[in-house]
Nanobody, 115 residues
């Protein structure tokens, strides 16, 4: 089974920046579509950003203009660069990969935006 390992979460001041990373095991990473989701306590998990296997990106309206998703297939890694962070960005951020019927989730990394 493919494993996704996330890093880069933590506590940041409003207006600050974080860069999340998600590294996948296996040898077929380049064939996966990847996404970042987030879930705050008591709220539904929502899509933040996604990227196709050929590099096309899509962003939620709530983060558009403040975040950039990218992938480095040679490193089996996707990134989420987040700038101008707001308290409402506070959530657990999850990495997801999918290829056809196969879906894999990371364990999540906590992002807290607070003064």
């Amino acid at each position: 089974q493919v494993q996704l390992v996330e890093s880069g979460g933590g506590l940041v001041q409003p207006g600050g920046s974080l860069r999340l990373s998600c590294t996948a095991s296996g040898r077929t990473f380049s064939n996966f579509a990847m996404g970042w989701f987030r879930q705050a306590p008591g709220k539904q998990r929502e899509l933040v950003a996604s990227i196709t296997n050929d590099g096309r990106t899509n962003y939620a309206d709530s983060v558009k203009g403040r975040v950039t998703m990218s992938r480095d297939n040679a490193k089996n890694t996707v990134y989420l660069q987040m700038n101008s962070l707001r308290p409402e960005d506070t959530a657990v951020y999850y990495c997801r990969g999918n290829r056809g019927p196969d879906v894999y989730w990371g364990q999540g990394t906590q992002v807290t935006v607070s003064s």
